[in-house]
């Protein structure tokens, strides 16, 4: 009861603040999203995400030995795949000698301690910019499930340590647990985007690898037969709960801010880490209001980040890791 208690006596200096702050984000909290690109000596600014960047494998390397040095402990890979190499099934994504296959080598070659996670989908692989094999206008599940499988496998055999599903098919963790395990690979961990919405905050991403869905005669136009209405919460709970029971070690939230009933609801209920992915529209928005002198950048990213992490993320997938990691040293 007042005067007794007077919250403001805790906020008086930063010292007493910093003694009683109940969030403390680090560099360790943040995972790395990295493009890649084909070619040699490539680094192109993304134009929805400015400051981010597409780099070809040779320029990788260095990106990765600071990404590492700043103490950012994991990657997220995803590629750029040549228009000649995209098909309905996504074959080139099994290729093992494929761009994202060579990128995982090239990353752990460089920094062998490096977390290495990768993108499981077929979008950037589909001439129709899908997740998934598409039949008569519709995305098939359980095709897509079996080639998906085969993906995963693929990235483990390349080295991968993880690898995170982002299509939102029924029943692929249980299949990609299966093969791993029959396989041998039963220390490859699976990160689930399990609770992953179908999002208009996507877009910018959707620039730096060119795997939109396009705009055609019995395409789906949108991604919502398969990724989650924005519009439901206990709905994910259900998500996230069978994916850990189908064998998910680490699940996720995306995209973030919108999203932070989601991450502590998904924190109370599970107990596996919770991942949140601060996904490109969220980045771009913070970018664009910064450009015009409406917002103070280096503040608000850390900010979001402190916040994210305040709703229950175990760490945070953001393109502002290394920038904010830099803002913590
Ligand atoms: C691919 C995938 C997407 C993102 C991550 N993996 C795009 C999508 O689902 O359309 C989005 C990440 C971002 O916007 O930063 N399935």
Known sequence: MFPLQRNRRLRTNEALRSLVRETIVTPNDFQAPLFIVEGENKKEEIASMPGYFRYSLDLLKAEVKELWSLGIKSV???????????????????????????AIKTVKDTVPEMIVMTDVALDPYSIYGHDGIIENGKVLNDESVEALAKMALSHAQAGADFVAPSDMMDGRILAMRQLLESEGFINTGIMSYSAKYASAFYGPFRDALDSAPVDAQDIPKDKKTYQMDPANREEAIKETLMDIEEGADIVMVKPGLCYLDIVRDIKNAVDVPVAVYQVSGEYAMIKAAAEKGWLDHDAVVLEQLTAIKRAGADFVSTYFAKYAAKLLS
């Open 76 to 102: 997220l890979l995803f590629v750029k795949v040549e228009e000649n190499l995209k098909d309905n099934k996504g074959s080139e994504a099994v290729n093992a000698e494929g761009l994202m296959q060579r």
